[in-house]
C-alpha cells in the first residue's frame, strides 16, 4: 500500500540524510587520520547510532504503512522499477551499519573504554568479521546516495518535481 508523504516523512528524510552523510565523512576520517582521535570517534558513533535508529523506524514504518508515494510526477517504468530498488535499499543499507557498528563494539568489548576515554585505537577492531561487513555496506552506501542525488537532480531539471522537495 502506498500512502501519501506528509511533512513529518520528508523530516525524517532530511534528517537521517543529514546524519548519514555525517556518520560517512566522520566514518572515513576516522580511519584514514593518524593519530586516531577518540573525538572523532564519539562523533561517529552518535551520528552513526542516530541514522541507524532513525533508519529503523523508517524500515518499520515503511514495513507496516507502505512507502511514501512518489513525488516525481512521470518516470517511465524502468526508471520507476530503478528508484523502488535503490529506496528499499537506502532504507535497509544504513540497518547493516547499524547491526555492524554495534557488533564491532561489541565484540571488542570496547564500550567501557571508549566511555571512559582510554580506548586505546582502532586496532581493537581489526579482523572482525563486523568491521568488513560496516566497510563494504559504507562503500555501498555511498554509492546509492551518489546515485540517488543525481537521480533526484535530474528529475529537478526536468521539473518532475511539482513544487515539492
Ligand atoms: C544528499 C542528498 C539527497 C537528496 C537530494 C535526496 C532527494 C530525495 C528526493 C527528491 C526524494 C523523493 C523521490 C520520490 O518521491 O520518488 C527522496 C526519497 C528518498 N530518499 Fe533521498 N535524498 C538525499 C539523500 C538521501 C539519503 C542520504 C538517504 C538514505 C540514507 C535517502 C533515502 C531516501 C529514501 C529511502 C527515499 C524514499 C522516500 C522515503 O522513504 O522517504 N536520501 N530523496
Ligand atoms: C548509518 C550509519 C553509519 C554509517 C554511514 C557509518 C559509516 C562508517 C564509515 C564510512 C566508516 C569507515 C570505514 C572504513 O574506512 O573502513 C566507519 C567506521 C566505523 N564505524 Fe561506522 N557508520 C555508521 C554507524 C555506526 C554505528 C552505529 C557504530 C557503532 C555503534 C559505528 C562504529 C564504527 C567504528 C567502530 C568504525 C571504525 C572501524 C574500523 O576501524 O575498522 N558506525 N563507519
Known amino acids: ?88 535499499a537506502l532504507r535497509l543499507v544504513p540497518l547493516l551499519l547499524l547491526i555492524s557498528g554495534i557488533g564491532m563494539i561489541v565484540i571488542s568489548g570496547s564500550l567501557e573504554t571508549i566511555a571512559n576515554g582510554t580506548f586505546p585505537g582502532l586496532e581493537a577492531f581489526v579482523g572482525l568479521p563486523p568491521a568488513g561487513l560496516h566497510h563494504a555496506a559504507a562503500l555501498l552506501l555511498a554509492a546509492l546516495i551518489g546515485l540517488h542525488s543525481l537521480a533526484a537532480l535530474w528529475h529537478w531539471q526536468r521539473g518532475f518535481y511539482p513544487g515539492r522537495q
Open 1 to 88: 500500500m502506498m500512502s501519501s508523504p506528509t511533512s513529518s516523512i520528508r523530516l525524517l528524510h532530511w534528517t537521517i540524510a543529514g546524519l548519514t552523510i555525517g556518520a560517512l565523512v566522520t566514518g572515513f576520517t576516522l580511519t584514514n587520520t593518524d593519530p586516531f582521535s577518540p573525538y572523532l570517534l564519539k562523533t561517529h558513533l552518535a551520528l552513526g547510532l542516530s541514522a541507524g535508529v532513525l533508519a529503523l523506524v523508517r524500515t518499520i514504518l515503511w514495513l507496516t504503512k507502505g512507502a511514501p508515494a512518489s513525488v516525481v510526477a512521470f518516470q517511465s517504468a524502468l526508471q520507476q522499477a530503478l528508484g523502488k530498488s535503490v529506496h528499499a
